[in-house]
């Protein structure tokens, strides 16, 4: 609850608790997963607490008691991404890895950074390789101090035939976290929370999507082809499925990737797959929950 408060400001209502509450599930998971990967193999292992609820909640869970993601779910499976960029708190940095056992042959690396009006504060591209079960930092950005308090940082690899390989979204505050000295082995207190409270101004976005549902033997494939035709930028978008327009839930839907960020004029295609369960695929719709 606090975090909550003094991260992203007072919630408003139920509905705007879980909204933020989600925020921060994303960004921690993310962050712990992007760091393991940073400090392998000085960093030897994470511990996740937890796997999943037997109970409604906002914190720790991976995924609820209904089979539900929540916000973590899809912020680790971001970072655990085979190839994955990233940005490093730390030191304003940009860093590429590949987890797999071939080398990656040549990619570019793109990286934007944009205040709270979408104003561009800076921009670049890098080429590189990667050996195999290697990362390497590509760049270091500067720190800015832009209107609004708070910043986004749009990174994007791609390979040489121009594919994305990896997207990653951040928003940033304008000033860090500050720590205290107190702490113990799983825990170190905040002095001052970032200040990230302007994000609840953002104005609606204008994420829009398209569905398609196939079926393949006793799953249905779930396609969703997101665009954003708004002025604004539309912030961890999660795709659901429901059992008609305002129906049930369909759980648990595996998606291949979920609660994306789109900057204006973008499009995400997002597949899933889902047991059929006797459903009428004439009735299924995709609802779209983004942030703002």
């Not at 797999?100 to 670049?124: N, Q």
Request: proline letters at 4%.
């Amino acid at each position: 609850d606090r975090a909550v408060e003094l991260r992203y400001g007072p919630a408003e209502d139920l509905r705007d608790y879980c909204r933020k509450a989600r925020l921060i599930q994303y960004e921690s998971w993310r962050a712990m997963y992007e760091a393991y990967a940073r400090f392998f193999p000085e960093g030897t292992g994470v511990i996740a607490w937890m796997l999943n609820n037997a109970w409604p909640n906002q914190v720790f869970h991976l995924y609820d008691w209904y089979l539900r993601p929540g916000g973590g779910f899809y912020g680790a499976q971001k970072a655990c991404e085979s190839i994955h960029i990233q940005y490093g708190y730390g030191e304003n940095s940009i860093w590429a890895f590949n987890q797999t056992r071939s080398p990656t042959g040549h990619l570019r690396a793109f990286a934007r950074v944009f205040d709270l009006k979408l104003r561009e504060l800076d921009s670049g591209s890098w080429e590189l390789e990667l050996a195999a079960r290697s990362g390497r930092e590509i760049a270091r950005l500067e720190k800015f101090d832009p209107a609004g308090g708070l910043s986004f940082v749009d990174l994007t690899l791609a390979s040489a035939e121009g594919l994305v390989v990896s997207r990653n979204f951040y928003w940033l505050p304008a000033t860090d976290d500050e720590f205290s000295s107190v702490h113990t082995f799983y825990h170190t207190a905040l002095r001052r929370h970032a200040d990230l409270s302007a994000l609840a101004a953002l104005p609606p976005s204008g994420v829009r999507a398209e569905a398609r549902f196939r079926e393949e033997g006793d799953r249905v494939l779930v396609e969703a082809e997101l665009a954003n035709g708004s002025e604004t930028v539309c912030l961890l978008a999660e795709a659901l499925v429901r059992d008609g327009p305002g129906g049930e839930l369909v759980l648990p839907v595996l998606w291949e990737e979920n609660m994306v960020s789109l900057l204006p004029g973008e499009r995400r295609s997002l597949r899933g797959k889902f047991h059929r369960g006797g459903r009428d695929l004439s009735r299924l719709v995709v609802e779209l929950s983004p942030f703002n």
